[in-house]
């Protein structure tokens, strides 16, 4: 059975792009796979956080990815910092990364923006992070939305130096699981940005944690063109918004875009929102309501983490230990 790692960052509340591309995923793959999730607070801390919103950040990720679904009976499911593995083999990764290979990492540029020269150094790194994330299990799938191929590539070049280096067969291959119809949710402000919890717009996602006004309203003031939906798929080339909002209807609903358009194609934008909110309301409400009902008795959530990070470090320990045996530390 392969074995599956994946990771968010508590930098914000989870969105419905989190949601679509990577989470109700996870959900899945938990009845095929050997399935660990974990709560990157290590990542997060790349750009500043509040500690105290960091916190409450970290217990609310955690409480929706079990609302979503996530079950600790079947999952390990868990936080970064808690298992010291991952920060032991991230700096053995920092030493095998090449800088050429950080420099062409598209999310840093995008992240440091203009202004590189003030960026983290562990931001630089970030990559080398994810890679000890999936590799300190030996995972070989990674359940990961459009944005993190690169990185999952850069896994597979830091395992491959690795066993060339030291002469081993140590770390395998790892493949990006990534749904094509929703590997790129965009923000409902800019169909050519996506969508993303550390956007400063809140009008720009649906947060899983939003309401049915919330919802609705969202959608209803979502950006679309004039023109109304087109009968085929090829009626949405160089639209983005409308494409966008007609991908999360699929998605959400488990259609194929060819049938959502075939039932709403020719219509205008204000019926099929209305029906759109409908039905994000109807998946997301109860989530939500799970979700507050989880953070109602956090001594009980943290208890859950914890015993995460136990089986998390049970599995990872003997793995990092024999990275580090190979590298020549003494034990
Ligand atoms: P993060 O926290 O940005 O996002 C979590 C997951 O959600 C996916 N995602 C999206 N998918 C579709 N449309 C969107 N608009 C959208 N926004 C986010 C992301 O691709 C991701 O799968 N570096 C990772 C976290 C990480 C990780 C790992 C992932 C750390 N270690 C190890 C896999 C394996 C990140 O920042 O995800």
């Known amino acids: 059975m392969h074995r599956v790692l994946s990771g968010i960052q508590p930098s914000g509340i989870p969105t419905l792009g989190n949601y679509l591309g990577a989470i109700r995923n996870w959900v899945a793959l ?11 607070n290590l990542h997060a801390i790349t750009g500043f956080q509040d500690p105290a919103l960091l916190r409450a950040n970290t ?23 808690a298992v010291s593995a991952h920060a032991r083999l991230a700096w053995i990764f920092n030493c095998i990364a090449r800088l050429g290979w950080l420099n062409r990492m598209t999310q840093f540029k995008d ?10 150094a562990g931001l630089y790194v970030y990559p080398n992070l994810m890679a000890a994330d999936i590799h300190t299990y030996h995972a070989t799938r990674v359940p990961v939305g459009d944005d993190q191929r690169q990185h999952v590539e850069l896994a597979n070049d830091i395992a491959e130096k690795f066993n060339h280096d030291y002469g081993v067969d140590f770390f395998p291959r790892v493949e990006p699981l990534i749904l094509p119809e929703a590997a790129r949710i965009m923000s409902l402000r800019d169909g050519t940005r996506k969508m993303s919890k550390s956007d400063p717009s809140d009008q720009s996602r649906i947060n899983l944690t939003d309401d049915a006004d919330a919802i609705a309203l969202k959608i209803r003031r979502a950006r679309t063109d004039p023109a109304p939906l087109p009968h085929d798929a090829a009626g949405l080339a160089d639209r ?19 049938h959502v358009l075939a039932e709403h194609g020719g219509h205008g934008f204000g019926a099929f929102k209305e029906a759109l909110a409908e039905r994000l309301v109807s ?5 939500a309501a799970e979700t507050r009902r989880l953070l109602a008795d956090t001594a009980h959530l943290e208890q859950t983490l914890r015993q995460g990070a136990a089986r998390a470090d049970a599995l990872a320990e003997p793995i990092v230990a024999e990275a580090e045996r190979i590298v020549g530390f003494l034990s």
């Open 30 to 40: 938990q009845d095929t796979h050997d399935c660990l999730f974990c709560v990157v």
């Open 111 to 120: 992240k440091a923006g203009r202004d590189r020269e003030s960026a983290s």
């Open 240 to 258: 983005p918004e409308a494409r966008n909002l007609v991908a999360i209807y699929a998605a959400i609903t488990g259609a194929e875009v060819a």
């Open 59 to 81: 217990l609310e990720m955690a409480a929706t990815l079990l609302a979503c679904g996530i079950d600790p009976a079947r999952s390990v499911l868990f936080v970064q910092s």
């Open 283 to 287: 998946r997301l409400a109860p989530v």
